[in-house]
């Protein structure tokens, strides 16, 4: 089973600031399997992106993904008022479960 | 565009069954996997299972046992159904669609993410 755990698990800045969120997993994944979501309160989740790096339709540039391995990224290069939500890893791989992270609370400082 | 519902009864009692249904609209439920996910109270998301447009399951092992997914085409709906509830299943319930890229790197390899949610629909656990 994979385990993905994020870091940190909560995150204050400004806006205009720029954030970086940590996803790790316990084993190597395929960078394909690595998706990042944002929820904010009392909404679905939505994917921002997949492949670990591709930006799902929409979603601004701002927002960018990386890493291989174990060690994947998500960085939002200037925060906006509506950046500020929870975040999480997923990984979609080869077996089950398909394991999420514990999430990243982006708050506004 | 496709949009996707949940329904299904709010309230259930401790040993008993949940029963979800996810009503896709705007597109078809062919060519597509659909998946449930599942998000307790102030806590994180967890992947229940999925299915195929032709049946096809996967479900979590932890919840295995207990869990059963079913596809009705000519309704466009998926349905989810959890024997023996307890109070740990307390959660909002997702369904999604799973969508699928090709790698680059290796021809007629593809890899998944969930790109359309319902949603949400709470589920209480309680006699």
């Known amino acids: 089973e994979i385990v993905l755990t994020q870091s940190p698990g909560a995150l204050s800045l400004s806006p205009g600031e720029r954030a970086t969120l940590s996803c790790r997993a316990s084993?190597?994944?395929?960078?394909?399997?690595l998706a990042w979501y944002q929820q904010k309160p009392g909404q679905a989740p939505r994917v921002l992106i997949y492949g670990a790096s591709t930006r799902a339709t929409g979603i601004p540039d701002r927002f960018s993904g990386s890493g291989s391995g174990t060690d994947f990224t998500l960085t939002i290069s200037r925060l906006e008022p509506e950046d500020f939500a929870v975040y999480y890893c997923h990984q979609y791989g080869t077996s089950p479960p398909y394991s999420f992270g514990q999430g990243t609370k982006l708050e506004i400082k | 565009q496709v949009q996707l519902q949940e329904s299904g009864p709010g309230l259930v009692k401790p040993s008993e069954t949940l029963s979800l249904t996810c009503t896709v609209s705007?597109?078809?439920?062919?060519?597509?996997?659909w998946s449930w996910i599942r998000q307790p109270p102030g806590k994180g998301l967890e992947w229940i299972g999925h299915?195929?447009?032709?049946?096809?399951?996967t479900y979590d092992p932890s919840l295995k046992s207990r869990v059963t997914m079913s596809v009705d085409t000519s309704k466009n709906q998926f349905s989810l159904k959890l024997t023996s509830v307890i109070a740990a299943d307390a959660a909002v319930y997702y369904c999604?669609?799973?969508?699928?890229?090709?790698?680059?790197?290796?021809?007629?390899?593809?890899?998944?993410?969930?790109?359309?949610w319902g949603k949400g629909t709470t589920v209480t656990v309680s006699s």
């Open positions: 705007g597109g078809s439920i062919s060519r597509y996997y």
């Open positions: 084993q190597s994944i395929s960078s394909g399997y």
């Open positions: 299915i195929s447009y032709s049946g096809s399951t």
């Open positions: 999604a669609r799973r969508s699928e890229f090709g790698s680059t790197s290796y021809p007629g390899h593809y890899y998944y993410y969930m790109d359309v």
